[in-house]
């Protein structure tokens, strides 16, 4: 029963189950781009692939580990979420952005992102943060000159009334 086993282990050993084990890769930016590099069992040969060729060829699913099929999926898939999520080109002065995604540029202007919530799963985090504050500062800005007109133009007086900024209209005596 010792032998058995012995053997069935050295069997294991010199005829994996899978011939190809994932060596190292070369990352790209679109998504069926990076190349994976292989390296097959018990030679000093190395093949390289792309996502594509490996789910094309059903051959070549069953001999590659499935850990390193797993990672492959996992790293194509932060890819094209990469690919598709748009950033900042460019930024003007009136609250507008340029923006560019999967090679295609759109512009939006700041109120338009900030009013559509579902434009944001399409958005980098530090970008969207980015517009959001800025329309942000800027509509609190206008309102800030609004309230200054108002008081101005009547007989009415801003008065803070603590310490969290909050301002009170006063009638002027």
Known sequence: MHWRSAIKWIKAV?????????????????PNKTKYIFKEFGSHEYIALTFNDIKKNENLLHIINPNNLLDISQIESQIQKDYEAYFIIEESNDNNYKLKAMEQEVCFSGEYIHKNIDIFQNFRSKDLCEIIYTTGFNKGRRVSIDLKDISDSSNVKLVKTNKDNIYNFKPMD
């Open 14 to 30: 010199f005829n994996p189950q899978y011939q190809l084990t994932l060596s190292e890769l070369i990352k790209s930016t679109t």
